[in-house]
């Protein structure tokens, strides 16, 4: 779990043991999940990109409006409308090196010779960059694509080429053979009936493809550059939970913000927001270690030149540590 996970399922219970609807139906509201537009160049596969994505849950929008993620596609290479897009201010983005599976790999399995050309263009462009290969993340293959595989796996065809396997002679149609070529290109194709002939079923076979894809760590990347996002709604919601926690009626809900695992858990979200923005932070350690310290030094930074966003995170690092080191013992430290 995320610690902005935490943070709202530590709210949720609050609202359930003050029998709060209201602060029940803000955190629902904060859970409301990241908007992602994808963009790049013409050929360089947004569609199916988007089509991925879209498959594994992400809300993916057609336009620019209220976007809190961006998905930049590169294809081969970094060309300059790539960089110039991706040097744009304005809102967290990561970029994909699509059609990864026609890029070569070696022994070590898909996407490994694709890594260290990943970290080129990363180098190049300034933003995370990350390989895909977004026909097999967006893989369904129903029921006469598996059969079709199954035959495959009985009769090997020729995946030297696309020509070669098309109109090689074979007992599938060219028309199926072609329609495994567009869902899956060659590389696909080869893996699906490995899985096949290894005993997978349909539902295995596309976990398979989805596994080869990266498509995982692509998702992880999105929520990552999504951390900032997702902690300014914290923020913003601040009014509501004052009002929330005001006068007689709002003790309980008080009490609740003002716990140790509320206030712990907020620290756990603050530090993946500025483990986002490229800045060290202490995770949320609940052995006796120097938390002393790390408070001292958190809150030396809230006086820096942060924005306001990292200052709240700062300071909500300073309130964590505090507990940790108080549910630690209290234990003298030295402070650097």
């Known amino acids: 779990m995320t610690g902005l996970g935490r943070y709202l399922a530590a709210l949720d219970d609050v609202a359930t043991v003050a029998e709060q609807p209201r602060l029940a139906r803000l955190v629902q509201h904060l859970r409301r999940p990241l908007r992602v537009r994808v963009r790049g160049r013409t050929g360089a596969g947004c569609a199916s990109v988007s089509r991925a994505l879209r498959r594994r849950g992400t809300t993916v929008l057609a336009a620019d409006d209220a976007v ?9 290479t970094l060309k300059p409308e790539d960089a110039a897009a991706l040097r744009r201010g304005g809102r967290p983005r990561i970029a994909v090196l699509n059609k990864a599976d026609v890029c070569g790999f070696g022994e070590e399995g898909p996407l490994a010779r694709t890594a260290e050309r990943c970290r080129a263009l990363q180098g190049q462009c300034g933003v995370e960059v990350l ?18 595989l199954g035959v495959l796996a009985d009769e090997p065809a020729d995946l030297g080429s696309t020509d070669r396997f098309t109109a090689g002679a074979h007992s ?13 290109d060659l590389f696909g194709i080869a893996h699906a009936v490995l899985a096949v002939r290894r005993g997978a ?25 999504g951390a900032p996002v997702r902690y300014r709604r914290i923020l913003d919601a601040a009014p509501v939970l004052a009002e929330l926690s005001a006068g007689p009626e709002g003790a309980r809900v008080a009490d609740g913000l003002a716990s140790d695992e509320v206030v712990i858990a907020r620290m756990a979200a603050a530090v993946e927001v500025l483990t986002a923005a490229g800045m060290a932070a202490a995770g949320d350690d609940t052995r006796a270690a120097p938390h002393l310290g790390r408070a001292v030094r958190w809150q030396r930074y809230a006086g820096g030149p942060l924005s306001p966003v990292l200052r ?12 940790l080191w108080a549910q630690a013992g209290g234990v003298a430290e030295t402070a650097p």
């Open 68 to 76: 809190d993620v961006e998905v930049h596609v590169l294809a081969e």
């Open 131 to 148: 390989p895909l290969a977004a026909l097999l993340a967006a893989a369904d293959l129903d029921d006469d694509m598996i059969g079709a």
């Open 172 to 184: 599938l149609s060219p028309a199926v053979r072609e329609r495994l070529l567009a869902e899956l």
């Open 201 to 225: 079923d349909r539902a295995a076979v596309n976990a398979t493809l989805h596994r080869l894809s990266g498509v995982a760590a692509v998702l992880d990347a999105i929520t990552a550059a």
């Open 312 to 323: 709240a995170c700062a300071a909500d690092v300073v309130r964590g540590s505090l507990r």
